[in-house]
């Protein structure tokens, strides 16, 4: 398995969910969600344990789904309550009900043990919903490329300059080294460059002119979630990083979910403390993001196909490799704990 099984991942926002059925991949196992009579949302197994048929391709039923094919009904729990031409339904005719919260407008699902679902683990931002701050819903971007791929990328600085010359870098970010800090399951690389310009995002929506003190943290947590701090301040006004706040800040976070080998969905908001009731940029400001992590998608994307196709290659490592080496081997770890504890 190349997946942390025991986290929670977020499936899709939790405004997509209605009353019909709807299929999504999350660690290749197949989920049909769909939204109770009362509102509440339900992951089950999208596999009828008849023949395989997805029950998505059946119909919701009250908060029942029938399967497609030969009718077995299932209840939210995923027990099969119904089996058309017969009384006897057997014990091991059920579907595997997964986990499930709704947090930051996303639904989220655990994937491991659900005995071992805990809601407090859901990846955790203190600014959301938090006085001072406006949270604004993102998009989901679909990128044809392994999660670790996306992972090395948003522990990266050092890219910024080069792929987001017009939103979120500018070229005296190049020389600036980065630092990294390492906790058990968490990373920060960040970096502050002082006195330079603006970056064209904070330029535009923070309304800042003249030299600036800017700052990067790219925070992650194990396996594959990430809160991007960024922000400025006139150069010289934040001397203790720690008050950054009373700069002009945002949180992009990305909240990543493998879908398979090849394919991962990043899901992603931002929060910010700054023009906080001006909702009207909201939509452009989540344009120009999103603008950003294209660049992102269209290289990584070329890098997937290219790795698929040099099967032998091996990476070059640069020194603005640490973090995202230790990333893969969090995640490596994580891995190899829980086929260890499957094995005994
Ligand atoms: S495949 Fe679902 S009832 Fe036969
Ligand atoms: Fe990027």
């Known amino acids: 398995m190349k997946y942390v099984k025991d986290a929670w991942y977020p499936v899709v ?41 997805p029950l998505s391709l059946g119909k919701l039923k009250g908060d029942t789904v029938e399967c497609g094919y030969h009718g077995m009904t299932f209840d939210c729990a995923g027990k099969c309550v119904r089996i058309p031409g017969q009384e006897i339904i057997p ?49 989901t971007l679909r990128i044809e490329c392994n ?61 800042l002119s003249g030299a600036v003190d800017r700052w990067h943290y790219y925070n992650y947590t194990t396996p594959c979630f990430f809160a991007i701090d960024m922000g400025s301040c006139v150069s010289g006004t934040i001397p203790d990083a720690a008050d950054r706040h009373e700069g002009i800040q945002m949180h992009a976070c990305h ?20 023009r ?20 992102d998608k269209v290289i990584l994307e070329r890098i997937q196909r290219e790795e698929e196709r040099n099967a032998d290659y091996k990476r070059i490592v640069l020194g603005i490799d640490a973090a995202p080496r230790k990333m893969r081997r969090m995640v490596d770890r994580l891995i190899e704990r829980e086929s260890a504890g499957a094995d005994r």
């Open 91 to 139: 014990a091991n005719a059920t579907v595997a009900a997964y986990p499930l919260e709704v947090k930051y407008g996303l639904v989220w699902v655990w994937m491991g043990d659900a005995a071992a679902a805990d809601a407090a683990k859901i990846f955790q931002l203190d600014q959301y919903g938090a006085e001072g701050w406006h949270a604004v819903q993102g998009q």
């Open 255 to 274: 909240l990543l979910t493998p879908v398979d080998e090849r394919t991962v969905l990043q899901h992603w908001f931002h929060v910010r403390n700054f």
């Open 276 to 295: 906080i009731d001006e909702h009207d940029i909201d939509a452009e400001l989540t344009a120009d993001l999103d603008k950003a992590f294209q660049e």
């Open 147 to 207: 999660y670790l791929s996306l992972c090395d990328n948003l522990l990266d600085p050092a890219h910024v300059t080069f792929v987001h010359t017009t939103t979120l870098g500018t070229p005296a970010g190049a020389t600036v080294p980065v630092n990294n800090e390492y906790g058990d399951d968490a990373i920060t690389v960040w970096r502050w460059i002082r006195g330079a310009q603006a970056i064209p995002l904070f330029a535009k929506y923070g309304k």
């Open 13 to 53: 926002w939790a405004d997509r969910i209605g009353r019909e059925l709807s299929r999504h991949v999350v660690l290749e196992q197949p989920l049909v969600l769909f939204r109770r009579e009362d509102g509440r949302i339900v992951a089950l197994q999208d596999a009828c344990p008849h023949r395989l048929a």
